[in-house]
């Protein structure tokens, strides 16, 4: 991945490399308050209103299809992909005063500019549906499958969901599910065209422990699935 820039007008009707619009998500079927993406993302504009039904404000809500975050094990390590995510160490020394400085000093641009960072992280994501009114725990069993196969290249056998997981509960409406495996064979990755996934290796959780402070794996589905199946970072 090269880099990321600022949608704007000339990304409206493009098509990239793989001939597909290079603008995926649509407005809903009730008009500007939705957006959706087909491949299994949504993102709505909620108003909250008071016990009088009065408006107060509005906040962004992000809904997601079901989906698998994998925890792959092998003896005492975990396995993690490298992978590369739209992220970047904040541009200015700020807290509450970081928004309104970038918005005063028009310097989107330029964080999207700096966005880019490759990350340690557990296999994740959602998978197209196989069989219509497919049982919901076979749906992310099966998930989990894929996604460690192909972002990994690890089979995994003993796949069991073990808790669920809602990133931030103001912005996302729903939990996705953990789903804890015993990696048996590692294979060759075969990821998405979109998708940038690096190497893949084995961790302890003392090497892991060391990677969080130097800031390359922060991941909070990864830490959260690690949390569900009884692991945690020394101190």
Partial sequence: MAGLILLDQTHINA??????PVVGWRESSQGVGALHNPMGFAMT?????????QPLYDQIQLIENAGAIVLPVMGDRIGLIHAWRPTAERLVDA???YIRRLEEEGR???????LGQWHWEAPRGLAPSSVKGEDLENYILRTAKLEAAEEAGFTIANARIVGRVNMNTTFFAHAQYVVGADVV??????PEDLEVIGN???????????LNQTGEFVCGSTLA???????????
């Fill in 15 to 20: 098509i990239n490399p793989w001939q597909k």
């Fill in 225 to 235: 699935a690690m949390a569900l199946c009884g692991l945690s970072l020394p101190e």
């Fill in 108 to 114: 989107w641009s330029e964080l999207t500019a700096t």
């Fill in 95 to 97: 807290g509450s005063e």
């Fill in 185 to 190: 064979e590692i294979g060759d990755k075969n």
């Fill in 45 to 53: 504009r909620i108003v909250h209103v008071n016990d009088a039904g």
């Fill in 200 to 210: 893949v290796r084995f961790f302890d959780l003392e090497e892991l422990r060391g």
